[in-house]
T-cell receptor
Framework: GENVEQHPSTLSVQEGDSAVIKCTYS??????FPWYKQELGKGPQLIID???NVGEKKDQRIAVTLNKTAKHFSLHITETQPEDSAVYFC?????????WGAGTKLIIKP | DSGVTQTPKHLITATGQRVTLRCSPR?????VYWYQQSLDQGLQFLIQ???????AKGNILERFSAQQFPDLHSELNLSSLELGDSALYFC??????????????FGPGTRLTVL
């Protein structure tokens, strides 16, 4: 079955700098890759997603890239702000289930 | 606000007891998912229902069970509770229950503490 690995587990960046979180997946049949943000005490919220027929997708300061050959995808956050502090989860879909990464705690230092 | 509601918000109980967590999906969504998140851990998929029928099962213990009712709300039943069952339990809903097509919208969660 599908397996998703996410790195790093914790990422600390200076406010205004960029942050990059990477995920790798094992099943080449996976075709949907969402990213969720979980703020303290709340449920995860979808922030961006990408499908296997697209290599890159942007939404303001957030972008996701997908490399199907290498089977990895990444979340890029530019010009980080204090409200970006949260836990970020990647996931990959092989059929009916989303397979989740372990999460990355992003800390924005003032 | 995702439109997914969960009750109760907090639940404190003793080992050996049984509890029921409730979830109402977003209006129009037919599928419900249950997840467990232990302290500082990732999301563990438990079970999925679509229009009243079980569609997928993850790492759900035999002591746990769930169902989805005709009005599409869902309940997760946890019995013979152990200390290790203390966690956040999230419900998510999606329109058609197809992971590669639908977006899953998460509720605010129920925090279960087993003493």
């Amino acid at each position: 079955g599908e397996n998703v690995e996410q790195h790093p587990s914790t990422l600390s960046v200076q406010e205004g700098d960029s942050a990059v979180i990477k995920c790798t997946y094992s099943d080449s049949a996976s075709n949907y890759f969402p990213w969720y943000k979980q703020e303290l005490g709340k449920g995860p919220q979808l922030i961006i997603d990408i499908r296997s027929n697209v290599g890159e997708k942007k939404d303001q300061r957030i972008a996701v890239t997908l490399n199907k050959t290498a089977k990895h995808f990444s979340l890029h956050i530019t010009e980080t702000q204090p409200e970006d502090s949260a836990v970020y989860f990647c996931a990959a879909s092989d059929s009916y289930q989303l397979i989740w990464g372990a999460g990355t705690k992003l800390i924005i230092k003032p | 606000d995702s439109g997914v509601t969960q009750t109760p918000k907090h639940l404190i109980t003793a080992t050996g007891q049984r509890v029921t967590l409730r979830c109402s999906p977003r209006s129009g969504d037919l599928s419900v998912y249950w997840y467990q998140q232990s302290l500082d851990q990732g999301l563990q998929f438990l079970i999925q229902y679509y229009n009243g029928e079980e569609r997928a099962k993850g790492n759900i213990l035999e002591r746990f069970s769930a169902q989805q009712f005709p009005d599409l709300h869902s309940e997760l039943n946890l019995s013979s509770l152990e200390l290790g069952d203390s966690a956040l339990y999230f419900c998510a809903s999606s329109a058609q229950g197809v992971a590669g097509v639908d977006t899953q919208y998460f509720g605010p969660g129920t925090r279960l503490t087993v003493l």
